[in-house]
């Protein structure tokens, strides 16, 4: 007698969060390299655009989680699949883009200082106050600050996409009629 049992993955707010980390990490590369390629300059709108891309991606993983379990997600696992997504989309995206500044695109670093520079000599910044700030400019462009950056930034930005997301999407489970 045999007995087959069929075994299927829960759906958890892990998993859910590494599916949609993923789909998110290739967006945002794919987003960035266009950026590059096109040589857009990575201003307010591309700013505007990266939050958006959260935006529609935790909709969407929030939707996956009730849609392929009970139908229900509390404020708390919305949380939970925002803070995943961050994580895993960040952790690809920065060493994406840690390999990309290093290896395809050396003078990525150079455009930033470079722009740096120029926004403060077209609004009349004295020449010592310029050299203060490409000290800090020249700091926070290195190859590890940005790698950093970018990985906090990122899970920063979907916990806060998560957070207020996860007031709208949560459909907690109903308490029983006694």
């Given at each position: ?26 967006i945002s590369i794919v987003y960035f390299v266009f950026l ?97 700030a490409m000290k800090i400019v020249n700091t926070m462009t290195?190859?590890?600050?940005l790698f950093f950056f970018g990985l906090v930034f990122t ?24």
């Open positions: 007698m045999t007995q087959t049992t069929e075994t299927t993955s829960p759906t958890t707010t892990r998993s859910v969060g590494i599916r949609y980390g993923v789909i998110c990490a290739v590059n390629v096109a040589g857009f300059d990575q201003a307010k709108f591309a700013q505007v655009v990266n939050w958006l891309i959260g935006i529609v991606i935790v909709i969407m993983a929030h939707k996956y989680f009730k849609d392929n379990g009970d139908g229900f997600i509390t404020y708390g696992q919305g949380v939970g699949i925002a803070f995943w997504i961050g994580l895993i989309c960040a952790a690809i995206a920065s060493v994406f883009s840690t390999i990309y500044i290093n290896f395809v695109d050396p003078e990525f670093v150079n455009r930033i200082r470079d722009k740096a520079m120029a926004d403060m000599e077209a609004k009349g910044t004295p020449e010592a106050q310029i050299d203060m290195s190859p590890t600050a899970i920063i930005m979907l916990l806060v996409i998560g957070l207020i997301l996860s007031i709208f999407t949560q459909k907690p489970r109903p308490e029983p009629a006694i």
